[in-house]
């Protein structure tokens, strides 16, 4: 009988199984003291690392000279997570920085004189909304920007990155997030972009990043995330993405971008994201699926131990942020006559209670993350592999997403029995899920960008 062909894919999936198991096999082998010392949560360390590559990177960095925006945003968010904050001359060199990078027809670049590109202008303005303040947030240029926005608007109903770059999800979402949580999206904006987002959603059931491409768990959040945004989520085949992302964590606890690939700590977040999204579409998704709408399940409420026992009262202290935009009077008479306005889309999605159970196992992800991803100062993608700034920032996102998962409402914080290793020291700040900022400083930045 011919013997099996074991191929690349297959030998590398076989090397990552055995060096994680290896990894699991030794954690459980050790007395539970020495376990609780293993999951810890390096805060200092963390904090270290990040805050040295704020201050300087070495030569080995000038590749990433034109992503030097998404270096200050995985930084900054990192530190945020860890409810930390940099020193004042760290935090004015950035904005000084970042200022720089602002093109004068709009939009940011990938460093000063470089030229402005949607990916860097996400990156940006979620960096400045990090550092907050009314006077950083006073220099984002927003009429600008929305031209810049406009400018990279395509015929498709799509975006594209750059001038004359690349038409792809990942535009779509960046534009549709800057402009959504800068409260300048309208419905000029959002025209064809959900038919360009719906044509990339793959037989598979992910979502890719162009028509006819692979789906891909980058693309699927940035796709989800904005259609969510511009409220056609419900013409996503649901179900089907549904399939598509739970069969995405592997038997290492971790997530794989795509079919066949291998575990990935960034997928932590763009997967995890995903799953944590839908939790929110419960009614969308039971729809398509023909199921009974009545989510007052067990699920959820139980994870939280809730004593509310009615939907009115369940919203009704959802968020202490509620009142903390302007009023109606100062908000321009088109946001007062319209009550389903589509720059609310964010903070309306958050302050639905959840009542579903989370699509993944949100444990082991944060097994996978604590003890395979995360190293002394900084987080990598898998065993073998080195830190950098990038799974750093999206490895701790998706530790919170899981830690955040079995909660009900916005600004609970989940209970100990859901954050696997010591609570105190590894529980994270919650983040907003559609714009992966930090959810007190979304607040902050909704609640200035209303009065504007």
């Not at 300087?56 to 000279?65: E, N, R």
């Not at 579903?356 to 002394?376: A, G």
Request: glycine content about 10%; charged content about 20%; proline content about 4%.
């Amino acid at each position: 009988m011919e013997s099996r062909r074991v191929t690349k894919t297959l030998a590398d999936q076989w090397m990552v199984e055995r060096q994680v198991r290896e990894i699991y096999d030794y954690f459980y082998s050790i007395p539970p003291n020495s376990q609780s010392v293993i999951l810890e949560l390096q805060r200092d360390k963390h904090f270290d690392y990040l805050t040295r590559g704020l201050r300087k990177l070495g030569p080995s960095f000038s590749v990433l000279d034109s992503n030097r925006p998404w270096l200050c945003y995985w930084i900054l968010h990192s530190i945020v997570l860890f409810g930390e904050s940099i020193d004042a001359k760290l935090e004015t060199d950035a904005i000084d920085f970042l200022t720089r990078c602002q093109d004068k027809d709009g939009g940011y670049g990938g460093g000063p004189g470089q030229m402005p590109h949607l990916a860097t202008s996400y990156a940006a303005v979620n960096s400045l909304i990090t550092l907050g303040s009314p006077k950083v947030l006073s220099s984002i240029n927003r009429e600008k920007l929305y031209t810049f926005l406009l400018r990279m608007k395509d015929t498709s109903g799509g975006f594209r990155m750059h001038d004359g770059g690349e038409l792809d999800v990942r535009a779509c979402y960046t534009a549709i997030s800057v402009a959504s949580i800068l409260n300048i999206v309208d419905d000029e904006l959002i025209h064809g972009v959900g038919n360009f987002i719906l044509s990339c959603q793959t037989y598979e059931g992910g979502i890719a990043g162009e028509p006819g491409a692979e789906a891909h768990g980058g693309y699927t959040f940035c796709g989800l995330a904005a259609m969510i945004l511009i409220n056609e989520v419900n013409r996503l085949d649901l179900p089907r993405l549904i399939d598509w992302v739970v069969f995405r964590q592997g038997v290492e606890g971790g997530f794989q971008g795509r079919t066949n690939k291998l575990v990935d700590g960034c997928y932590s977040f763009w997967q995890g994201a995903v799953a944590f999204l839908i939790q929110r579409l419960n009614l969308v998704a039971h729809g398509q699926l023909g199921l009974s709408n009545d989510l007052s399940t067990e699920s959820a409420d139980d994870s939280s131990e809730s004593e509310l026992s009615d939907e009115e009262e369940h919203l009704e202290g959802t968020s202490s942020h509620v009142q903390e935009t302007c009023p109606l009077g100062q908000e321009g008479q088109e946001n007062a006559s319209d009550t389903t306005k589509i720059e609310d889309t964010g903070y309306e999605f958050i302050n639905r209670p959840i009542a579903m159970q989370p699509l993944f196992d949100s444990m082991y992800l944060q097994q996978y993350v604590l003890l395979c991803s995360q190293v002394d100062g900084g987080f990598r993608d898998k065993p073998g592999k080195g830190r950098d700034h990038y799974h750093t920032c999206y490895c701790l996102s998706g530790l919170s997403i899981a830690q955040y998962s079995w909660t009900d409402e916005a600004d609970s914080p989940p209970l100990p029995r859901d954050v696997f290793g010591p609570y105190s020291r590894n529980l994270l700040e919650q983040i907003h899920p559609l714009f992966n900022v930090e959810l007190d400083r979304y607040y902050e930045a909704r609640k200035f960008f209303s009065c504007l």
